[in-house]
């Protein structure tokens, strides 16, 4: 297979790594080459989070090239407008509806894009919004939301079957959470497969 | 090993060096935190068996692993490109004496400086050394080339750097390994003293010298033949590459047919396989990150590579900088990027953050600021920016006694203040304290003490208590240390005192000697537990943006009036004690503490 390259990103404290790290390890699970990079350093402080996994027969570098990535994937609104630029033109994007605010710089009017989601649709050909949040919080815990979107990734992925998705899954987390995140998985895996978008891919 | 054995995992380069270290018999690892080498030691130690040390510094770190060295002991001294500064002295003069137990030094340099205030490439140290320096290009690389360096090492009598980059540090890929292999550490038994060699003394250094020369030569001729180091990847003879590291990677990536000579031991250079590669290809290409370190090595053989006229000098690469350096298209043909500004999210200081209300108080004092390297760097930006200067590890203390020289030459009576963290005052602070009192220095330190190693993702030191490998210890005394090197005004003050914080600075900055205020408050990502309940806005806020200066995050300034997110917030008070028109306050937990504070 050739190369599949996903584009992540979101916001620190929002498991953007660990729905990266579920995609590397399920990929490798599933036979293929991994490359999985991220940016670490002051993600705990509420700065941007970023990571990039590739996988597919052979793949060397573990940086994608600009406008490379098959599939974006955010964790927050204002995170997806920013990495646009990272999705190829006939690229998915995959973004959860939460808004957060960045941090107030001495009270300076932050902007926030008003429609956010309107600059992605005007320039992406094909786009899912989920309220992953929302979703998360009627199986119990929001901060499962990253699963959910895991999830709805995981129809967008025809090469890696649903249980090797569960199995890292279980693998990767603390029991405690594994009934949750696999609800949650199976919550956004569900409503991406009804999207009109899904039916559209080859 | 059988295959059965060997599972195939994804590793980060980190990850994988821990595992190199513990596969071949480490017997020891140290390290100084520090982006992006930190997890090297961390994973190391997750494994409970190699014998690992948080040093107060990189020098002491690379001083203790020469010494496991010298006993016998194979041993791993991890650290971030600038710490080899750090740990110059012991590791120059290393090259000469030559170990007896493995030794390896990990450079983890950081091209485009995610979290750095430099890019130096750390290559120019190995070949200064006259060292040998590996370079792996992804995870089983790292992984293999401990093994490598440790036996280079014994073999040559050399320490061994082995340099890796961010994008290895960091990066995945799959890694062969036998997780379950029992370890074994290496041990060369029977100690011998050996003055001649271990000694350095001027005429046994002389004669040691000699020896390194002769190591070069015996390593540039392993370096010739050695496949699992440096290899021809013969392809399409039109173009060839030289390059190491990651760089490696995105060659392959961008011209996956080109003739390549992938190097791993890039000191010393090995001069012939050079020769015949170039001599096998019509154009030749030499790619690498940083500086032209293996550039000009290949054009003093009269060789005429193409390198840093394409391709920067700055910055890290990545597929699409290597490509536009061939003149090549970017693979991608991306969906058009928003061209309107949008709002950054850069990193703050936390809610409830103790550093944050030693920066709004000195930022309204008048006074010049000199910083150190720590999460509190984060001083320095809007709205506090109270920081003049930030340098390295450890300058702010000695930064601050001659910046004060230099503005009374000129007339300039502003008072200096020098700001440093528990952790960045125990790797290189207390020497300038030392300075201080000896010169008749008068500034005012302030000792930032969150109690851990934050920005680096919150490591022990010989302040916290704990050691790396989890055991209880004697904790250092800041009071005590300061007392003792010679400082007679040494106060703490509870940093979220802004009254008592700020009478603090101008009672020391007013004494004409040497202070020390020390500022203690957990940090917030250390313990979560809420300080008091959330503060909570009681009249229709004005909107007049006092509470605004601190940068809380928890405060929302963007509607022009302050409005506190309860979740965010952990009861820190600072705004109350801000607001102009007494309109925050703090009810329930914690607020009778609060209300009886002076």
Redesign the interface.
Known sequence: MKARNVFLTG??GHGVLAVSRVI??AA?AAGF????????????????VVSQVRYGTS???????????DILVSLEL??A??H??????D?VLLANEQRI?????????????EDPRG?CEA??ERAIFLPAVDLAQALGNEKAANMVMLGAFSVLEPEIPEHMWLTTIAGAFRPRFREINVAAFGCGREIAAASPVVKVQP | MTDAQRTRKLLTGNEAIAEGARAAGALFASAYPGTPSTEILESIARRGDVRVQWAPNEKVAYEVACGVSLGGGRALCSMKHVGVNVAADPFFSSSYSGINGGLILVSADDPAMHSSQNEQDNRHLARAAKVALLEPSDSQEALDFVALGFEISERFDTPVMLRVTTRICHSMSPVEIDLSAPYAPVLRGGYQRNFRKNVLLPANARHRHESVEERLSLLEEFGERERALNRIEWGDRTIGVVTSGVAYQYVREVLPDASILKLGLTNPLPRELIREFAGGVNELYVVEELDPFLEEQVRALGLHPVGKEIFPITGELDPDRVARGFGLEAAGSGVEPIETALPPRPPVLCAGCGHRGVFYTLSRMGVAVTGDIGCYTLGALPPLEAMDACLCMGASVGMAQGMEIALRAGGDDRPVVGVIGDSTFVHSGITGLVNAVYNGGAGTTLLLDNGTTAMTGHQDHPGTGLTAEGDSTISLDYVAVCRAVGVRRVREVDPYDLEALEAAIREELAAGEPSVIVCRAVCRLVDRTPIASPAELEIECPGCGTCFELGCPALDGSSGQAVIDPSVCCGCALCVQLCPFCGLRIHGHGAAALESAP
């Open positions: 916001v620190g590397a390890d490798l080459d991994v490359r999985r990079s991220e940016v670490h350093g002051m993600s705990q402080r509420g700065g941007s793949v060397h570098s573990p940086l994608i090239p600009r406008g490379g990535a204002l995170e407008v920013r646009l630029g990272a999705l190829r033109r690229g605010t960045p941090a107030p710089l001495g009270g300076l009017t932050v902007e926030y894009p600059l320039r992406v």
